[in-house]
């Protein structure tokens, strides 16, 4: 029987970490295929678009755009323009309607004292300490009045970083305000501030790439697209087992093709390795890999777009987004839906604003880990107009708005090549601690070093965020090259 073509590397996904780790190898000779599971490059970058209206529903921001993240470097090879968002004006609604500027100054000025008393703290919180148990506790500054900080160049209010907190100085806010405010930090985090660890907050502050965020222009999915360059990719390819034997690596898809590698990246997203079966890998993973993938969290994260004929809401040409906090309790599974939209703290990022280029009317709102799973057991074109009707209960148009001619509603959550948005920061568990250190070991290559990792999952400094694929794909594209140029000496 004639063998499959023997490649010099395999990578299993054609996300960003997929397409540096592949367009890296090629570039220096390597012969590279690229397996994916869906009938499309990009992964978590996916774009929105109708016409010339492009939006982003997964990653859509070059976060630490001028702090060096290494995104910019390929935006700009491949000819691609990112633009950094002019401020805008930020709305917070409270429960009797609009905040003054003086009471909004107040909490954000109030979160943002509480965000940086809590990062790193020393001594170190029992692992059992959450985020919550500080940021609620009777002494946290979220509750008093707070000192001026220099304020960043983006400001919470455009759509770049709707969930970032600029700083100034105000009185302390009405504690019941303060704590549906600070939970819009759960949109960024992909869960509840209940389980995040107090232990590690804001450690990846140091050394992730922040400050100033950019969009690229046409979107992040055309933008990966691009990256990829001339490399051979086979889509609609779902791996559905890796084998190490006689010194090649044996990948074969859910059609029942198999294809040969001397190595193999994978960057099959953690939500998905989570589920993978026992014999996916063979031989099968070390037991402490198996533990630290079902041990690391992968969060929540979700979407909800509504393109209109006219922007229709207050101020749409000045405001970057609009915060609103819940007018009721906290909603659960027998909600409505009008009640898991008015029991939640949300951020709605207005594209008909200044901020960005190519103004559109369309609003597009993130969902934090509670209103996601509730709403995504509801068919997405009910959730969309219980949206619709929620906006014009708390906007209060003067005259009848025009009804959304398109909407979309994320569910990277229920998608079964992510079951999720990102990794989280290391959370509170019951079965033993976990830590940043849970990245480093979900790198680690296995089989002599012919079986690699990427993804952002695998990037202990940069998780979450497409800097983190970048930087596991430029990781891995290097070592498995010396791996290659070794294998080829002996
Ligand atoms: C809503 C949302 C907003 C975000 N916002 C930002 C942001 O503004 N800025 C930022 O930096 N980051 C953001 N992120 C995070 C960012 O999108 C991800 O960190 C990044 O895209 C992950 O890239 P990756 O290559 O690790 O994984 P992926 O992009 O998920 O790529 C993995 C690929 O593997 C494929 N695959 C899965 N299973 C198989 C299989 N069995 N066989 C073959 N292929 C398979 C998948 O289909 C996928 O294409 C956001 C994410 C979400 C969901």
């Not at 697209?225 to 898809?253: H, N």
Request: aromatic letters at 8%; a negative charge; hydrophobic letters at 35%.
């Amino acid at each position: 029987m004639v063998q499959p073509k023997l490649f010099d590397t395999i990578v299993l996904g054609a996300g960003w970490s997929g397409a540096v780790a592949a367009r890296d190898l090629a570039a220096k000779g390597h012969s590279v295929l690229v397996l994916e599971a869906r009938d499309r490059i990009g992964g978590r970058a996916k774009t929105w678009s109708r016409g010339d209206v492009k939006i982003d529903v997964g990653c859509s921001w070059i976060h630490g755009y001028k702090e060096g993240n290494p995104t910019r470097t390929i935006a700009k090879e491949l000819g691609v323009t990112a633009h950094l968002p002019k401020p805008a004006e930020g709305v917070i609604y409270g429960p009797e309607g609009p905040l003054s500027s003086t009471a909004a100054s107040a909490l954000r000025a109030s979160l943002s004292s509480a965000q940086a008393s809590l990062k790193t703290p020393h001594p170190a919180p029992p692992p059992s300490a959450s985020l919550a148990s500080a940021l609620f506790s009777s002494t946290s500054p979220l509750f008093t009045s707070s000192t001026p900080k220099p304020s960043s160049d983006v400001q919470n209010t455009s759509p770049a970083n709707p969930d970032a907190v600029p700083t100034d100085s105000a009185p302390a806010p009405p504690k019941d305000l303060a704590e549906s405010f600070a939970r819009t930090l759960e949109i960024g985090l992909g869960l509840k501030l209940e389980q995040a660890s107090l232990k590690w907050a804001g450690w990846e502050s140091a050394t992730s790439f922040a400050g100033s965020d950019a969009a690229p222009e046409g979107g992040y999915e055309a933008l990966v697209k691009k990256a990829f360059g001339p490399v051979e990719i086979k889509l609609g390819e779902e791996v559905v087992s890796v084998k190490y034997a006689d010194g090649a690596v044996q990948v074969t898809t859910v059609s029942g093709e198999t294809y040969r590698g001397k190595t193999v990246v994978c960057t099959i997203p953690l939500g998905v390795l989570k589920q993978l079966p026992e014999e996916f890998f063979f031989p099968s993973l070390p037991p402490a890999r198996k533990e630290t993938i079902q041990g690391t969290h992968v969060g929540v994260l979700e979407k909800l777009l509504l393109h209109y004929p006219k922007a229709w809401w207050p101020n749409a040409d000045t405001v970057g987004s609009y915060t609103f906090l819940p007018t009721s309790s906290t909603p659960n599974e027998n909600s409505s839906l009008a009640e898991i939209f008015s029991g939640s703290s949300l951020v709605c990022a207005n594209f008909a604003g200044p901020s960005l280029p190519n103004s559109t009317p369309t609003l597009l709102t993130y969902l934090s880990e509670t209103p996601a799973r509730l709403l995504l057991a509801h068919p997405p074109e009910q959730v969309a107009k219980a949206y619709h009707e929620f906006l014009i209960k708390r906007f209060k148009p003067t005259s009848t708005p025009p009804e959304p001619t398109e909407y979309a509603l994320t569910d990277w959550h229920k998608d079964k090549y992510a079951y999720g948005a990102t990794t989280t920061p290391s959370i509170v568990s019951e079965d033993g601690e976990r830590s940043p250190l849970d990245f480093k070991e979900l790198s680690r290559p296995l089989w002599d070093g012919r079986l690699g990792f990427a993804g952002e999952h695998t990037e202990m400094d940069h998780r979450g965020s497409v800097a983190g694929a970048v930087v596991s794909g430029q990781r891995e594209g290097e070592r498995v090259a010396r791996l290659l140029n070794r294998l080829a000496d002996e």
